[in-house]
């Protein structure tokens, strides 16, 4: 299996402040057809997943614009410009390359 | 609008079964492929696997073979998931989710599952 490795696991910010989330995989998720099989998704409290990033760069509709994901092959990022209040819940990246399988979680939290 | 509602809450002894469906809505049922994750109590997300509503082909996670049963009505637009055996380590809520191109864009609401003696 493909395992996704997230840090950090915990993470307090500021509001207005930036924050990084950063997924690792232990294969390549870098498909023949030049697309990345990364996808970031958000749980708020009490809520079902929802997806934020697919393709490990591309935002869903109606995301806002300051979520924003980047990488490739085995290393990837998601990065919140600057932090809001609602962007509290638990961030998850998930390889659909092959059985999929789901980071650890990073939890984010308001300071 | 597009959606997926589940099914309600259940309890279960340990050994039996439980059956969690999935109807669809908004959308053409045997499009996309139905997969179906767990959340065990203050846990990540686990995939058990997935349906194809067209044609029933299933694929699922190596952990589950042989305890997980996934089928689908496209008549009423609804899939359902199956887990035989449980024990006390299935408890979590289970939701299914479409995958649509490569992504889950639209997740159903969980249903949970408590198994307890």
């Known amino acids: 299996d493909i395992v996704l490795t997230q840090s950090p696991l915990s993470l307090p910010v500021t509001p207005g402040e930036p924050a990084s989330i950063s997924c690792r995989s232990s294969?390549?998720?870098?498909?023949?057809?030049?697309?990345?099989?990364l996808d970031w998704y958000l749980q708020k409290p009490g809520q079902s997943p929802k997806l934020l990033i697919y393709?490990?760069?591309n935002r869903a509709s109606g995301v806002p614009d300051r979520f924003s994901g980047s990488g490739s092959g085995t290393d990837f990022t998601l990065k919140i410009s600057r932090v809001e209040a609602e962007d509290v819940g638990v961030y998850y990246c998930?390889?659909?390359?092959?059985?999929?399988?789901f980071g650890q979680g990073t939890k984010l939290e308001i300071k | 609008q597009v959606q997926l509602v589940q099914s309600g809450a259940e309890v279960k002894r340990p050994g039996a079964s439980v059956r969690v469906s999935c109807k669809a809505s908004?959308?053409?049922?045997?499009?996309?492929?139905i997969h179906w994750v767990r959340q065990a109590p203050g846990q990540g997300l686990e995939w058990l696997g997935w349906?194809?509503?067209?044609?029933?082909?299933?694929n699922r996670a190596q952990k589950f073979q042989g305890r997980v049963t996934m089928t689908s009505d496209t008549s009423i637009s609804t899939a359902y998931m199956e887990l035989s055996r449980l024990t006390s380590d299935d408890t979590a809520v289970f939701y299914c989710?479409?995958?649509?191109?490569?992504?889950?864009?639209?997740w159903g609401q969980g249903t949970m599952v408590t198994v307890s003696s």
């Open positions: 294969q390549s998720l870098l498909y023949t057809d030049g697309k990345n099989y």
């Open positions: 349906i194809n509503p067209d044609g029933g082909a299933t």
């Open positions: 998930m390889q659909a390359l092959q059985a999929e399988t």
């Open positions: 393709l490990g760069s």
């Open positions: 989710a479409r995958k649509k191109d490569s992504t889950y864009d639209i």
């Open positions: 908004g959308y053409s049922f045997t499009d996309c492929l």
